[in-house]
């Protein structure tokens, strides 16, 4: 049964966290977030709204007793651009 709260408790933290911000996905979709049992990755254009939303999330996350660990968090950037190859 624990599973199943904590499940819909990640589901209301994104709904609440979520901007209609994210990286270009599908059909003018935005893909915003992948959720996997205790671990999220956020997805953003940007860095300073990544942080916000981090701290959006950490806050609002400690509302219902979730907790960020720093020492988990870890932050990825990549480029859309193809690298050099014929640009």
Not at 9 to 26: K, S, V
Request: glycine content about 10%.
């Amino acid at each position: 049964m624990f599973p199943l709260f904590f499940g819909l408790a990640i589901d209301w933290l994104m709904r609440q966290t979520n901007t209609d911000r994210g990286i270009d996905w599908f059909n003018g979709k935005l893909l915003e977030d992948l959720d996997f049992a205790d671990d999220i990755a956020l997805f953003e254009h940007d860095a300073l709204p990544m942080g916000r939303r981090l701290e959006n999330l950490k806050r609002t996350g400690e509302k219902i007793g979730l907790k960020t660990s720093s020492s988990e968090t870890k932050v990825s950037e990549m480029s859309t651009t193809s690298g050099g190859q014929g640009e």
